[in-house]
């Protein structure tokens, strides 16, 4: 077989960037000639995170299940004893009003990319006995109408917890000015094979869980995510067009 190739790269190469190879054959004895481009991701900004029965990815960026570009899609979904995936999206918002909200999840043309990557995601020394721990930081300074917030972002997976991953967003203001009424949760547009149309969504409010059902499965699976902190609890399910992913629709939502 032919020997392999290397390159080196610049270390002032910024995360999330995509290097195009391109790749020209030629063959001198039949005169063939021909172009390939392969694409990679240089330092991509999201990590996959599995626990024991449940894997998916989480970006920098606060996105989980998958990581987009204007031209590629990163990730397996959120896949749970290796069936199907279940999430089509899910991300992370934090707004005061309808017009001052921060979100990098869908739109109505495409997708708000609101967060800027302070820090790239990236494991870290494990704590409280986790057997996977990994955190980013990330402002919302790419909004129109920027709250001014820094948030950290920690990912966790336990080994007694074999279905489940955890994640915990500390906010942080570094102008210093109060902030009263402010909402933050996570977005989760959730696909359950085999008929995403006939998913039902529940939500207690006594337990602080939202989850989602296909109720006809044989193998009944719930995908949901549960409030484990003490902030007041606040949960909104909205049927397959019922919904408009502008600013003014997600806070309603979120508050």
Request: aromatic share 14%; net charge negative.
């Given at each position: 077989?032919?020997?392999?190739?290397?390159?080196?790269?610049?270390?002032?190469?910024?995360?999330?960037?995509?290097?195009?190879?391109?790749?020209?054959?030629?063959?001198?004895?039949?005169?063939?000639?021909?172009?390939?481009?392969?694409?990679?991701?240089?330092?991509?900004?999201?990590?996959?995170?599995k626990a024991s029965?449940?894997?998916?990815?989480?970006?920098?960026?606060?996105?989980?299940?998958?990581?987009?570009?204007?031209?590629?899609?990163?990730?397996?979904?959120?896949?749970?004893?290796?069936?199907?995936?279940?999430?089509?999206?899910?991300?992370?918002?934090?707004?005061?009003?309808?017009?001052?909200?921060?979100?990098?999840?869908?739109?109505i043309n495409f997708?708000?990319?609101?967060?800027?990557?302070?820090?790239?995601?990236?494991?870290?020394?494990?704590?409280?006995?986790?057997?996977?721990?990994?955190?980013?930081?990330?402002?919302?300074?790419?909004?129109?109408?920027?709250?001014?917030?820094?948030?950290?972002?920690?990912?966790?997976?336990?080994?007694?917890?074999?279905?489940?991953?955890?994640?915990?967003?500390?906010?942080?203001?570094?102008?210093?000015?109060?902030?009263?009424?402010?909402?933050?949760?996570?977005?989760?547009?959730?696909?359950?094979?085999?008929?995403?149309?006939?998913?039902?969504?529940?939500?207690?409010?006594?337990?602080?869980?939202?989850?989602?059902?296909?109720?006809?499965?044989?193998?009944?699976?719930?995908?949901?995510?549960?409030?484990?902190?003490?902030?007041?609890?606040?949960?909104?399910?909205?049927?397959?067009?019922?919904?408009?992913?502008?600013?003014?629709?997600?806070?309603?939502?979120?508050?």
């Amino acid at each position: 077989s032919a020997p392999g190739f290397s390159f080196v790269l610049n270390d002032s190469i910024s995360g999330s960037q995509t290097l195009v190879l391109k790749l020209s054959y030629t063959d001198e004895e039949s005169g063939y000639v021909d172009v390939e481009y392969v694409k990679a991701l240089i330092n991509p900004p999201f990590l996959p995170v599995k626990a024991s029965q449940l894997e998916t990815i989480v970006s920098a960026q606060a996105n989980w299940g998958y990581y987009s570009t204007v031209d590629d899609r990163f990730g397996d979904g959120f896949v749970f004893r290796s069936q199907q995936n279940a999430l089509a999206e899910g991300g992370f918002l934090v707004g005061k009003s309808a017009t001052s909200l921060s979100d990098n999840i869908r739109n109505i043309n495409f997708r708000d990319r609101d967060f800027n990557i302070l820090q790239n995601i990236s494991e870290q020394n494990q704590e409280n006995l986790a057997s996977f721990q990994a955190s980013s930081l990330f402002s919302d300074s790419l909004a129109n109408f920027p709250l001014g917030l820094n948030v950290k972002q920690t990912v966790y997976t336990f080994p007694e917890l074999p279905s489940s991953i955890l994640l915990a967003y500390t906010l942080s203001n570094p102008n210093g000015e109060k902030e009263d009424s402010l909402f933050a949760g996570l977005f989760a547009d959730w696909d359950i094979s085999p008929s995403f149309g006939q998913n039902s969504a529940i939500i207690d409010s006594s337990q602080k869980v939202a989850f989602t059902q296909y109720p006809a499965s044989n193998v009944f699976s719930n995908y949901g995510i549960s409030l484990l902190s003490e902030q007041d609890f606040h949960a909104f399910n909205a049927a397959i067009g019922e919904f408009s992913f502008n600013k003014a629709g997600k806070f309603q939502a979120l508050s």
